[in-house]
């Protein structure tokens, strides 16, 4: 990868927030391309996965919140709400060891793993609110690139499917944007 998993990580934060903070407020109960998620259920996601990230960093147990739908874990305004978990999560990243292996769900990890799918994470979901809310993102190719050099070597019935990040590929337009190409490479339909 050439590009640090905290470098994206910290890139995808900032995309994720800049689209927050451009959501109309009616846009949030507009539905994402999440099956059955609505824009706000995204943001309770994103923020809680990302919550669960900061306490392996900083080796701490985290206890999953319980909930009905992921929006119901979004206290207060979206934006007030992603700015507790992005700061931080910042704050989190800022100097550590890349290279430190962490306790994680899927095993021993080093701390670069770990971030890979948050990162990730980071950029498919403000693209997913940003289409409820009719806001183009752009996900810049270095992100992309990550991606595809960290999942592309896992068996896709590991990171596919029902029980996986992303739903098996869409064909993407022949005249896809890098985006698009990306969106569709994650299983959703880029336009």
């Not at 809310?133 to 499917?161: L, M, N, S, Y």
């Not at 869409?170 to 990306?182: I, R």
Request: charged share 20%; glycine share 10%; aromatic share 10%.
């Amino acid at each position: 990868m050439t590009v640090p998993s905290d470098v994206v990580f910290c890139s995808g934060l900032e995309l994720f927030g800049s689209v927050v903070d451009r959501m109309p407020p009616s846009a949030w109960s507009e539905a994402s391309p999440c099956d059955g998620w609505t824009a706000l259920d995204v943001l309770g996601h994103l923020g809680s996965a990302i919550g669960f990230g900061v306490a392996i960093l900083d080796g701490r147990t985290y206890d999953w919140p319980t909930f009905d739908r992921p929006s119901d874990l979004v206290d207060g305004t979206p934006a007030a709400y992603w700015a507790a978990v992005a700061v931080p999560a910042r704050g989190a990243v800022e100097g550590v060891d890349l290279d430190a292996t962490r306790d994680t769900p899927m095993g021993v990890r080093t701390v670069a793993e770990g971030l890979a799918f948050p990162a990730i994470d980071c950029f498919v979901h403000a693209w997913d609110i940003g289409r409820a809310g009719g806001i183009a993102v752009e996900v810049p190719d270095d992100a992309i690139a990550f991606a595809h050099a960290f999942i592309d070597p896992i068996p896709a019935d590991k990171v596919r499917g029902a029980k996986g990040a992303f739903g098996p590929p869409v064909a993407a337009p022949d005249d896809a944007t890098p985006t698009e190409a990306f969106i569709a490479w994650t299983g959703r339909a880029p336009r």
